[in-house]
Nanobody
């Protein structure tokens, strides 16, 4: 059974940085695309960043140039480095893994950007 566990969220001041991690188990991790999504209070969940099994990345326009997604297949882990954080980045961040057309989700980690 695929399980995803996010970590690294917390409170940070505007302009600060955080690195989120997502550890996967029970999947053929190195063959699967991985993604980070976020959901702010009162809003729908939306894509933040995506990385294919081959390392191709894609970002939401709102985070381009500030966030970087990466993966370590040896550790079955995907990362999201977030720099120059803004209050509007405040949200619960979810890890996603797509395997055989099925989406799996972690429980999320809260990121709060506030002075």
């Amino acid at each position: 059974q695929v399980q995803l566990v996010e970590s690294g969220g917390g409170l940070v001041q505007p302009g600060g940085s955080l690195r989120l991690s997502c550890a996967a188990s029970g999947s053929i991790f190195s063959y699967n695309a991985m993604g980070w999504y976020r959901q702010a209070a009162g809003k729908e969940r939306g894509l933040v960043a995506w990385i294919t099994s081959g390392g191709t990345t894609n970002y939401a326009d709102s985070v381009k140039g500030r966030f970087t997604i990466s993966r370590d297949n040896a550790k079955n882990t995907v990362y999201l480095q977030m720099n120059s954080l803004k209050p509007e980045d405040t949200a619960v961040y979810y890890c996603n893994e797509r395997q055989y057309g099925i989406d799996y989700w972690g429980k999320g980690t809260l990121v709060t950007v506030s002075a």
